[in-house]
T-cell receptor
Framework: DADVTQTPRNRITKTGKRIMLECSQTKGHDRMYWYRQDPGLGLQLIYYSFDVKDINKGEISDGYSVSRQAQAKFSLSLESAIPNQTALYFC???????????????FGPGTRLTVL | AQSVTQPDIHITVSEGASLELRCNYSYGATPYLFWYVQSPGQGLQLLLKYFSGDTLVQGIKGFEAEFKRSQSSFNLRKPSVHWSDAAEYFCAVVTVGTGRRALTFGSGTRLQVQP
């Protein structure tokens, strides 16, 4: 079984709808991240969480919200989806190490979201 | 602000040829640098990382990268490319904020391998 899973893998929705993307991990990591990938732009950080009660905005958090339900689960919500949120969304996890900054991130397979 | 530049959007090489993918970073302190690979329809897989020490780092799948502080570069190399190496490659640097850490990615280089 994959260590980092994302559901759904593909989703098509309409403008104005509320959408939730879910991420689960079995790696036992304390840190989790949400990124979006657009062609030619690489990955941009939306939100990150360093533990259940620690959630931080990334570069492009507007229009998104997150929930860290447990150490192993981190959900991303689009309260009112718009077409320019059409993208590939990745969840990632990492473990805090004794020397902060060197933890390696492990990525899920991605969720392809299309907003019509 | 920290940034990562991958100058080549798309590279095509012949199978068996050598490969070098360029990565330049802008960062005030010692960077922590990563190379990830994304195969079609897949998530990102870590190839290698540099934190400190030996500036030539070895990774998986026969890849290596060299950190050159004087050139602010962390180029990825492979001596002989295989068809299965066709993918998109991302360079990333850890961004140091208020004690937090998050990856900043380059825009990626898509590698095509010709038979």
């Amino acid at each position: 079984d994959a260590d980092v899973t994302q559901t759904p893998r593909n989703r098509i929705t309409k403008t104005g709808k509320r959408i939730m993307l879910e991420c689960s991990q079995t790696k036992g990591h304390d840190r989790m991240y949400w990124y979006r990938q657009d062609p030619g732009l690489g990955l941009q950080l939306i939100y990150y969480s360093f533990d259940v009660k620690d959630i931080n905005k990334g570069e492009i958090s507007d229009g998104y919200s997150v929930s860290r339900q447990a150490q192993a689960k981190f959900s991303l919500s689009l309260e009112s989806a718009i077409p320019n949120q059409t993208a590939l969304y990745f969840c990632a996890t990492s473990s805090s190490s004794g020397y902060s900054g060197t933890d390696t991130q492990y990525f899920g397979p991605g969720t392809r979201l299309t907003v019509l | 602000a920290q940034s990562v530049t991958q100058p080549d959007i798309h590279i095509t090489v012949s199978e068996g040829a050598s490969l070098e993918l360029r990565c330049n970073y802008s960062y005030g302190a010692t960077p922590y640098l990563f190379w990830y690979v994304q195969s079609p329809g897949q998530g990102l897989q870590l190839l290698l990382k540099y934190f400190s020490g030996d500036t030539l780092v070895q990774g998986i799948k026969g890849f290596e990268a060299e950190f050159k502080r004087s050139q602010s570069s962390f180029n990825l190399r492979k001596p002989s490319v295989h068809w299965s190496d066709a993918a998109e490659y991302f360079c990333a640097v850890v961004t140091v904020g208020t004690g937090r850490r998050a990856l900043t990615f380059g825009s990626g280089t898509r590698l095509q391998v010709q038979p």
